[in-house]
């Protein structure tokens, strides 16, 4: 459990500096951080419509990806 979040401001700086020809290059990191700032916004803030903007990143670059895919399914990820 992550009660902190302290690498939430280093994963936002890592996806403002990753332009988008560098995309595929950064894939692994850009999944991590959509990921935990998805994460963040839906268990730490409960903005679900910034979650789904995340999550909704996560699936443009892995479009499996089993987190989003159940963020999008829930309640939650149909509402907002």
Do not use: C
């Not at 992550?2 to 500096?17: G, V």
């Not at 999944?31 to 935990?36: D, G, H, L, Q």
């Not at 670059?61 to 509402?79: C, L, R, T, V, Y």
Request: proline share 5%; net charge positive; no cysteine.
């Amino acid at each position: 459990k992550n009660e902190k979040w302290l690498a939430k401001p280093y994963f936002e700086l890592f996806i403002s500096k990753v332009k988008p020809e560098e995309a595929e290059r950064f894939k692994k990191g850009l999944i991590e951080a959509y990921n935990y700032l998805g994460v963040y916004h839906l268990q730490k803030m409960k903005d679900f419509k910034t979650a789904k903007t995340y999550f909704q990143k996560l699936l443009d670059i892995d479009p499996k990806n089993q987190n989003a895919m159940k963020f999008m399914n829930s309640p939650e990820g149909k509402q907002s």
